[in-house]
């Protein structure tokens, strides 16, 4: 990535590249189709934006006023924090791609990937900004702070289904049924997951146990 952006024609791509996804926001019907069918989605300007929203995450909490959000440090680990925004998206692309295929969906993986990282950039510039702005504003302006918070995050969620619709070709009603499967999908794929290194656990668990009796008797 870095050495991507020390390239000065690979730099001014970039800063087009991510000058688009501003496009997406106020265009996203038009934006999202260009992005699969004029191959103008970029995968580095995606995984940026996704770095800028776990920058968000953090700052969130750790620098917006103690009016606003109370938080204990102690019940927090930042890793977890930051992989419940990996983790879900991972299995959304994934879940997605892998439901969509089955139905004639048109997106492929990485397109998925890319779109879905593009929805999340409301909620990354309005975050930023409005975590620091929050440490000079009286509890008075609670109410606002929140109200343009969640606004972050409508935003972000709309964007999220014309993504979906466009790169699948989708109607609005197919996209959402489609997407709530995902999500069905994703608490399945959980399930397998859980239930697969539950049994490596019991697995190892019996074999150290077996070594620790093995080990007993000849000695």
């Known amino acids: 990535m870095i050495a991507a952006l020390t390239d000065?024609?690979?730099?001014k791509k970039f800063l087009k590249d991510f000058k688009f996804a501003f496009y997406c926001l106020t265009h996203p019907l038009d934006g999202y189709w260009d992005l699969t069918h004029e191959k103008r989605?970029?995968?580095?300007v995606a995984t940026v934006i996704l770095i800028l929203v776990l920058?968000?995450?953090i700052m969130f909490l750790g620098v917006t006023s103690f009016l606003f959000v109370q938080v204990n440090w102690n019940r927090i680990n930042i890793f977890t924090y930051i992989a419940s925004v990996i983790f879900p998206l991972a299995l959304f692309v994934v879940g997605n791609w892998a439901l969509t295929t089955l139905f004639d969906g048109k997106g492929r993986l990485l397109q998925i990937y890319t779109a879905s990282c593009y929805s999340l950039l409301p909620y990354a510039l309005i975050t930023i900004p409005l975590s620091i702005v929050s440490n000079v504003?009286?509890?008075?302006?609670?109410?606002v702070v929140g109200v343009i918070y969640i606004l972050s995050m409508v935003w972000s969620g709309i964007l999220f289904v014309c993504s979906n619709m466009e790169i699948h070709?989708?109607?609005?009603?197919?996209?959402?049924?489609?997407?709530?499967?995902?999500i069905v999908a994703m608490a399945i794929m959980i399930f397998i997951l859980l239930l697969f290194?539950?049994?490596?656990?019991?697995?190892?668990?019996?074999?150290?146990a077996m070594y620790k009796e093995i080990m007993f008797r000849i000695g």
């Open 8 to 11: 000065k024609n690979k730099y």
């Open 41 to 44: 989605g970029n995968i580095l």
């Open 55 to 57: 920058i968000a995450r």
């Open 137 to 143: 504003l009286s509890d008075d302006f609670a109410e």
């Open 169 to 182: 070709e989708f109607s609005m009603a197919k996209a959402l049924v489609f997407i709530i499967a995902t």
């Open 197 to 208: 290194f539950s049994m490596i656990s019991q697995g190892v668990s019996y074999f150290i």
